[in-house]
């Protein structure tokens, strides 16, 4: 076992006991009009974990963040969190106005993943050299590049320091030279401390960064352990190679 | 009280955000912009006055005042009810990515057009006065007509809101309701003309005590009466109750909702 990889120790911040829940749909799916993206998801996180949320595509992991998150009400099973917990699901360029500049579009962002005004203002200098959109920043956003709009989401979502991160397929955005800043300043972030849950497909990320793994299959935990123990597993099953990646 | 005041701040921070990011975006895309807050009520009355004074099917001193004070206040309600009604699915992607309280939505929307109804003022003051309607003490009571308005128009925007995702067709439901609203409160005629056995309709219905509340002060130069309060804040409560409830029953089930 590595040594980054210890068994949960901190405080119990959130519990999912065979949690599930369903979409209504209006056109019937396999003869039914109820889709249960999740069906049967057991695991928990502990303060100052870095879980990464392994499983294939369909499998339930984004409906799963969003659970985490309280965007979703589950349906059967249990979910408990930690009194007075806060969650933030990132998302680069969520909540953008087009209309709006740079600067103010950083505000209303960083206000939208739960940082209250006065933070965020205090934090702008930081966000407009780290984007480092020069003028741009002060300008609106119909006038940026699709490059410029994730540089600009990106910064502001590294502002976001919540009691547990949410991550889904977040990872370095832009040019060369700004995915390298980008991916370095998410490796940060995520070392930094913070609790960490994060979905990935690259199995090195999952070696290097977490210190927890869950395999979620069919909408139903598969296998929580070690990120090592989980990824071979999961591997050993999608590739056929408990060392290929994906 | 600080763990409710905290939240409370950022919520107010973003509605101001918002209302100002879709008023910005109105205006910027018409050359007049904010301009067009003042123009529309009165291209409305231009219209409601010629069908009403020169074709005469109708007739009334200070017709156009008439006219121009009952279109604007009932334009902010309707306009303001419908988008509030339907805030929630057009904020699903948001709804989806962050959890917000629901209710900061229809806000946002009733908001915005409070705003361009404020802003609007600006015109009827000196118009009403161009009509020898000078400022009367009455004008005192203006802030508890405004006032009142509003938690009307958030309270059924609030109710409204819950039930459009559940039951999409509500919306053309609404639109017609809305159509059916406007022949029915007051705006082309004055509701004191009416005949005293359909009166008892007219003080149920918030949208014609409001129009007829503003009126009243802006007119007549009288105060507004208990009637003129009495329908509208009851709409305002008991709807405002009902959504309140639903949204904290029903808000993460919505945000599940295909829209």
């Given at each position: 076992m590595d040594l980054d990889t210890v068994p949960p120790a901190g405080e119990l911040l959130i519990r999912l006991e065979q949690a599930a829940l369903k979409f209504r749909l209006r056109r019937p799916l396999n003869g039914s009009r109820e889709f249960w993206p999740l069906q049967s998801v057991t695991l928990d996180l502990h303060r100052g974990e870095r879980l990464g949320i392994l499983g294939s595509n369909g499998a339930g992991k984004t409906t799963l963040m969003k659970l985490l998150a309280g965007i979703y009400e589950k349906d059967r099973g249990t979910v408990w969190r930690a009194p007075g917990l806060s969650v933030s699901l990132l998302s680069i360029g969520?909540?953008?106005?087009?209309?709006?500049?740079g600067h103010e579009n950083a505000i209303l962002v960083g206000m939208l993943f739960g940082l209250h005004r006065a933070t965020i203002e205090k934090r702008i200098p930081r966000i407009r050299d780290f984007a480092e959109l020069g003028g741009f920043f002060?300008?609106?956003?119909?006038?940026?590049?699709s490059g410029m709009l994730l540089r600009l989401g990106f910064s502001v979502a590294m502002e976001v320091n919540p009691d547990v991160l949410l991550l889904d397929e977040v990872m370095g955005v832009g040019d060369a030279h700004f995915i390298e800043k980008s991916t370095q300043a998410l490796s940060d972030k995520i070392h930094s401390g913070l609790t960490v849950a994060f979905i990935t497909h690259d199995p090195e990320a999952v070696r290097k960064l977490c210190t927890r793994a869950v395999w979620i299959d069919k909408g139903a935990t598969r296998l929580m352990g070690t990120p090592d123990e989980v990824l071979a597993a999961y591997l050993l099953e999608t590739t056929g190679s408990i060392g290929a990646a994906t | 009280m600080r763990t409710v005041l905290v939240p409370f701040a950022r919520y107010l921070n973003i509605i101001w955000f918002k209302v100002y990011a879709n008023l910005k975006a109105e205006t910027e895309k018409m050359y007049l912009g904010s301009l067009w807050w003042v123009i529309e009520p009165m291209l409305n009355t231009a219209v409601l006055y010629l069908v009403f004074k020169v074709i005469r099917i109708g007739s009334a001193d200070n017709l156009l005042v008439l006219l121009y004070v009952g279109a604007a206040i009932f334009s902010w309600f309707s306009a303001s009810v419908t988008m509030g009604a339907n805030a929630l699915v057009t904020n699903a992607a948001l709804m989806q990515q962050v959890q917000l309280p629901k209710w900061i939505f229809p806000v946002i929307a009733v908001a915005n057009q409070s705003w361009k109804f404020l802003f609007s003022l600006v015109i009827v003051f000196p118009f009403l006065w161009a009509f020898h309607l000078p400022p009367t003490s009455?004008?005192?009571a203006l802030p508890a007509l405004v006032f009142t308005q509003a938690f009307t128009i958030i309270g059924l925007s609030l109710l409204l809101c819950v039930v459009i995702p559940f039951f999409p067709d509500g919306r053309t439901v609404l639109a017609s309701g809305m159509n059916l609203l406007m022949w029915l409160s007051g705006i082309f005629y004055?509701?004191?003309?009416?005949a005293p056995e359909h009166q008892g309709f007219f003080v149920a219905n918030p949208a014609a005590m409001l129009v007829d509340g503003f009126r009243a002060v802006l007119m007549d130069g009288r105060w507004p009466e208990a009637r003129h309060f009495v329908s509208p804040l009851l709409f305002g409560a008991v709807s405002g109750g009902l959504g309140w409830f639903l949204l904290h029953r029903l808000g993460n089930r919505i945000a599940k909702i295909p829209v």
């Amino acid at each position: 076992m590595d040594l980054d990889t210890v068994p949960p120790a901190g405080e119990l911040l959130i519990r999912l006991e065979q949690a599930a829940l369903k979409f209504r749909l209006r056109r019937p799916l396999n003869g039914s009009r109820e889709f249960w993206p999740l069906q049967s998801v057991t695991l928990d996180l502990h303060r100052g974990e870095r879980l990464g949320i392994l499983g294939s595509n369909g499998a339930g992991k984004t409906t799963l963040m969003k659970l985490l998150a309280g965007i979703y009400e589950k349906d059967r099973g249990t979910v408990w969190r930690a009194p007075g917990l806060s969650v933030s699901l990132l998302s680069i360029g969520i909540g953008f106005e087009s209309t709006l500049t740079g600067h103010e579009n950083a505000i209303l962002v960083g206000m939208l993943f739960g940082l209250h005004r006065a933070t965020i203002e205090k934090r702008i200098p930081r966000i407009r050299d780290f984007a480092e959109l020069g003028g741009f920043f002060d300008q609106p956003l119909y006038t940026y590049s699709s490059g410029m709009l994730l540089r600009l989401g990106f910064s502001v979502a590294m502002e976001v320091n919540p009691d547990v991160l949410l991550l889904d397929e977040v990872m370095g955005v832009g040019d060369a030279h700004f995915i390298e800043k980008s991916t370095q300043a998410l490796s940060d972030k995520i070392h930094s401390g913070l609790t960490v849950a994060f979905i990935t497909h690259d199995p090195e990320a999952v070696r290097k960064l977490c210190t927890r793994a869950v395999w979620i299959d069919k909408g139903a935990t598969r296998l929580m352990g070690t990120p090592d123990e989980v990824l071979a597993a999961y591997l050993l099953e999608t590739t056929g190679s408990i060392g290929a990646a994906t | 009280m600080r763990t409710v005041l905290v939240p409370f701040a950022r919520y107010l921070n973003i509605i101001w955000f918002k209302v100002y990011a879709n008023l910005k975006a109105e205006t910027e895309k018409m050359y007049l912009g904010s301009l067009w807050w003042v123009i529309e009520p009165m291209l409305n009355t231009a219209v409601l006055y010629l069908v009403f004074k020169v074709i005469r099917i109708g007739s009334a001193d200070n017709l156009l005042v008439l006219l121009y004070v009952g279109a604007a206040i009932f334009s902010w309600f309707s306009a303001s009810v419908t988008m509030g009604a339907n805030a929630l699915v057009t904020n699903a992607a948001l709804m989806q990515q962050v959890q917000l309280p629901k209710w900061i939505f229809p806000v946002i929307a009733v908001a915005n057009q409070s705003w361009k109804f404020l802003f609007s003022l600006v015109i009827v003051f000196p118009f009403l006065w161009a009509f020898h309607l000078p400022p009367t003490s009455a004008y005192l009571a203006l802030p508890a007509l405004v006032f009142t308005q509003a938690f009307t128009i958030i309270g059924l925007s609030l109710l409204l809101c819950v039930v459009i995702p559940f039951f999409p067709d509500g919306r053309t439901v609404l639109a017609s309701g809305m159509n059916l609203l406007m022949w029915l409160s007051g705006i082309f005629y004055q509701i004191d003309k009416v005949a005293p056995e359909h009166q008892g309709f007219f003080v149920a219905n918030p949208a014609a005590m409001l129009v007829d509340g503003f009126r009243a002060v802006l007119m007549d130069g009288r105060w507004p009466e208990a009637r003129h309060f009495v329908s509208p804040l009851l709409f305002g409560a008991v709807s405002g109750g009902l959504g309140w409830f639903l949204l904290h029953r029903l808000g993460n089930r919505i945000a599940k909702i295909p829209v």
